[in-house]
């Protein structure tokens, strides 16, 4: 059971907008720690996609956008297109265990 | 081009040893904190362990604390994970990544390799 809860799946037509959510306690997100959100595609290593809770690396296109409020992040994407089809994870930092992970969404482009 | 390539993986017995090895290049490898996060089959990712810039610093996940043993080497650009005691369930593909900035707390991961895989079975 990871430390920061997800929704194991979402779905979305292309062109809709799709938010995927990520909780956690006192004791990482609503500690103050960042959130970081990673894309991973069939196969291949996770890519960062929003660091400092709403900050998109260079060449990640501004579909993506990132929020956190109290002990929740979210991660919203509009304009879904097919190739947005992947496995999402949100990441912080706890007090004890450290570097804490989500369980990972998968998001299905309808 | 900034790379990160694992090696070391393969088939164990539980309870034997391994040692998986990441060469860094196209940054200044010795300026990073440098993690371990591992991947089930079909499952999750997993942050395994952590070292700063000068090893001054080192973490690990509960559940393979007291058995894996990471270190680094900066003058070759290389991150390393001594895994010991094995058992099934560290049977993952391990990836090594960067850490995105300079200062010493939390941080995402930047640049991650294409992973190693661990599989530990009679």
């Known amino acids: 059971q990871s430390v920061l809860t997800q929704p194991p799946s979402v779905s979305g037509a292309p062109g809709q907008r799709v938010t995927i959510s990520c909780t956690g306690s006192?004791?990482?997100?609503?500690?103050?720690?960042?959130v970081h959100w990673y894309q991973q595609l069939p196969g291949t290593a996770p890519k960062l996609l929003i660091y400092?809770?709403?900050n998109r690396p260079s060449g990640v296109p501004d579909r993506f956008s990132g929020s956190k409020s109290g002990t929740s992040a979210s991660l919203a994407i509009t304009g879904l297109q097919a190739e947005d089809e992947a496995d999402y994870y949100c990441?912080?930092?706890?007090?004890?265990?450290?570097?804490?992970f989500g369980g990972g969404t998968k998001l299905t482009v309808l | 081009e900034v790379q990160l390539v694992e090696s070391g993986g393969g088939l164990v017995q539980p309870g034997r040893s391994l040692r998986l090895s990441c060469a860094a290049s196209?940054?200044?490898?010795?300026?990073?904190?440098m993690h371990w996060v591992r991947q089930a089959p079909g499952k999750g990712l997993e942050w395994v362990s952590g070292?700063?810039?000068?090893?001054?610093?080192?973490g690990y996940a509960d559940s393979v604390k007291g058995r894996f043993t990471i270190s680094r080497d900066n003058a070759k650009n290389s991150l390393y994970l001594q895994m010991n005691s094995l058992r099934a369930e560290d049977t993952a593909l391990y990836y090594c990544?960067?850490?995105?900035?300079?200062?010493?707390?939390?941080?995402?991961?930047?640049?991650w390799g294409q992973g190693t895989m661990v599989t530990v079975s009679s």
């Open positions: 196209g940054f200044t490898f010795d300026d990073y904190a």
């Open positions: 990544a960067k850490k995105r900035g300079l200062w010493s707390g939390p941080d995402a991961f930047d640049i």
């Open positions: 990441q912080s930092y706890d007090s004890s265990p450290g570097v804490v």
């Open positions: 070292i700063s810039w000068n090893s001054g610093s080192i």
């Open positions: 006192s004791s990482n997100i609503g500690a103050g720690y960042d």
């Open positions: 400092g809770n709403s």
